[in-house]
């Protein structure tokens, strides 16, 4: 895929992993939208890069589909969704609040499956389109501490395979990303404390260009899961 002139929607798209990604397409000449939830960091990216720039939490039914209806009235067609915005948190089972877990699914998972149905809807209609969920590692296997997280992002899985499924035969590609460790801000506002830089470790451009790459490859084919670890990090 040409990536220059494409309209791509990324979602969490103020910091880390999301931001990377919106910058590296911008840079591919595509028309950039990202979303997010901190004004301060929106006003001052979409400055910066030139994206378009929405505040809204992904969660919320209403104000997704509001959201699309403008993005339809806005541009004549939209080619990729990125679907990054998800948090982390992080608890031993027997200290995990039933609130906390719901609130941290409704987030990773019913919000990734609410932009996506509705980008689904503007793909289908044009007989092409670009899904990227943004998984992680904890979508393959599970480790102490981690069960909402790792719950969220194994119902991303599945969910991709389900789209994956489903929309393969309107012509869109739908792609699973699986980075390990990131060095982005994810740790710190999850409460697991802020880590020192470590430069063997991955960090978010890393991920961005897992994702131009993926998008890059001819439209005849394409890429169903990618899964991207340091290759050999020192603590």
């Known amino acids: 895929m040409e990536i220059k002139n494409k309209t791509a929607i990324v ?5 880390g992993i999301g931001l990377a990604t919106a910058i590296a397409l911008r840079e591919k000449g595509a028309n950039v939208i990202i979303t997010g939830r901190n004004l301060e960091r929106m006003r001052m990216h979409c400055s910066r890069h030139g994206f378009d720039g929405y505040l809204f939490d992904v969660s919320d039914e209403h104000v997704v589909m509001k959201f699309y209806d403008g993005i339809l009235k806005k541009y004549p067609r939209v080619d990729i969704l990125i679907n990054n915005a998800a948090y982390g948190f992080f608890r031993k089972l027997v200290d995990t609040e039933a609130a906390k877990f719901n609130e941290l ?3 990773n998972v019913t919000g990734a499956m609410l932009m996506a149905r509705e980008a689904a809807k503007i793909f289908i209609s044009q007989n092409y389109g670009n899904i990227i969920n943004i998984s992680s590692t904890a979508g393959t296997r599970g480790f102490e501490n981690g069960t909402a997280y790792v719950a969220s992002k194994f119902a991303l899985r599945g969910m991709t395979e389900c789209w994956r499924s489903e929309l393969r035969k309107h012509n869109i590609r739908v792609t699973l990303i699986n980075p390990s460790e990131v060095q982005t801000e994810f740790f710190a506002n999850s409460g697991a404390g802020k880590k020192e830089f470590n430069p063997s470790k991955l960090i978010a451009e890393d991920i961005a260009h897992a994702v131009i790459s993926a998008l890059e490859l001819n439209d005849r084919g394409f890429v169903t899961e990618l899964t ?8």
């Open 11 to 15: 979602t969490g798209g103020t910091s």
């Open 105 to 107: 699914m409704q987030a």
């Open 228 to 235: 991207v670890f340091a290759t050999n990090p020192k603590d």
